[in-house]
């Protein structure tokens, strides 16, 4: 499926230009391909920065004369000494479409209000319960910050409602908050239909082998899979893999570290640090027995589509986007936020019923075609090409 128009991608996730490559982090990267690979012309819009950071670590395929340079929006606080700036570029971007995919959320929120061009708004996250779930902000800073997050989201509604808009949202929870006319729930990837090959061993050993994979950030839950853990060792055989770094400033890191080397078991869990995507992340979720996603706030995690296209079973908390890509009981386990009791009784069901190990694997398995980044991106440009054509009517 292709858009026979000039698509404008616009994009708050920052990039860099190193050795004339536009670098970009893989999880968008491999997305942003996909939509410039099935137009017939495409611009990007994206925030530029001076360093090229570890999470950098896609060098996209796009031609640079093709990339419209935004300030660098690394926060939302730094981003607004660029408002008119930005503004330029945007509206650059605007002159050359003929229609617009726009990531949200975006650290200039009503920059992207009356762009007057058809448009898909993919919301990938909510900032509200982001902040919320944060300890990075305290006192008035964080008051601030509940502030401008509830005005991104104020901005997002409106931006949904303007004529000829469409919304791609990543659940159905940010779908019922946002409340769109129009457009779809989607569950994201970026996993390659041949990426997407089983693990041998789908039995689970007497010392299970347990994984993280994500940035560790305050949202992701990870204190409280270091206390399940804890509980879990102290009958079980069991090892503890982390997987991730971080992409912005945060206490995360720290809080995480610190936990660790307080821990009984701590020669049990490892903390690798970020894993090179492609291979080597495929690779090591089938080295692992059950992939554990304890956030406390998300939108659909592109981990537990990977994890189970691979054949490892999943346990996540009953958040955001989540339920609307895993269904509990039926392609994973789903427990609630802030909730290490919930976690390790999961794990213990998880490794003592064999048939429900088994069921959830094979359903896992069974939506590897529908979650691969090819449908992921159809879908999104199928949404594309209704807009711009409700809009030539």
Avoid at 61 to 77: A, E, Y
Avoid at 324 to 352: C, F, N, Q, Y
Avoid at 371 to 393: M, T
Wanted: glycine share 6%; hydrophobic share 40%.
């Amino acid at each position: 499926m292709n858009f026979d128009g000039t698509l404008g991608i616009i994009s708050g996730t920052t990039a860099a230009i190193v050795d004339n490559k536009l670098w970009v982090n893989h999880s968008i990267g491999r997305l942003l391909e996909s939509l410039i690979e099935r137009s017939a012309n495409a611009y990007l819009c994206i925030p530029i920065i001076s360093k090229k950071l570890p999470s950098l670590n896609h060098p996209l395929n796009i031609d640079l004369s093709k990339v419209l340079k935004l300030p660098p929006l690394q926060t939302t606080i730094s981003a607004q000494r660029y408002y008119f700036k930005a503004q330029e570029a945007l509206q650059q971007l605007v002159d050359l479409s003929d229609a617009l995919f726009i990531r949200l959320p975006f650290q200039l929120p009503d920059r992207i209000l009356r762009l007057k061009k058809p448009k898909v708004l993919h919301v990938v996250s909510s900032p509200l319960n982001v902040i919320r779930a944060s300890t990075d902000y305290q006192g008035l800073m964080r008051t601030a910050a509940l502030s401008f997050a509830a005005f991104s989201e104020f901005c997002m509604k409106r931006a949904a409602k303007e004529p000829y808009t469409r919304v791609c949202s990543n659940g159905e929870e940010m779908w019922r908050r946002l409340a769109p006319s129009a457009g779809r729930v989607v569950i994201s990837s970026c996993m390659y239909r041949e990426e997407m090959k089983t693990k041998e061993e789908l039995s689970i050993p007497s010392r299970v082998r347990l994984l993280f994979v994500g940035y560790l950030r305050p949202e992701k839950g990870v204190l409280d899979l270091l206390d399940a853990f804890e509980d879990l060792r102290a009958t079980q055989q069991a090892t503890l893999t982390l997987a991730g770094g971080s992409d912005r400033q945060t206490t995360a890191g720290k809080l995480i570290e610190e936990r660790i080397s307080k821990s009984r078991f701590a020669e049990d869990i490892q903390a690798v640090g970020m894993v090179e995507f492609g291979e080597p992340l495929f690779s090591l979720y089938r080295s692992h027995d059950v992939l554990i996603q304890p956030s406390l706030s998300e939108g659909t995690p592109r981990t537990l589509v990977e994890a189970r296209a691979v054949g490892l079973p999943v346990i996540a908390t009953k958040v955001g986007g989540i339920p609307s890509s895993v269904s509990h009981d039926v392609d994973g386990l789903l427990v609630p936020p802030k909730s290490p009791a919930a976690i390790k009784e999961a794990i213990v069901r998880l490794i003592g019923d064999e048939s429900l190990r088994k069921r959830l694997i094979d359903n896992g398995l069974k939506n590897q075609d529908s979650y691969s980044l090819e449908s992921f991106a159809d879908s999104l440009i199928e949404e594309i090409i209704i807009a711009y054509n409700e809009a030539q009517v």
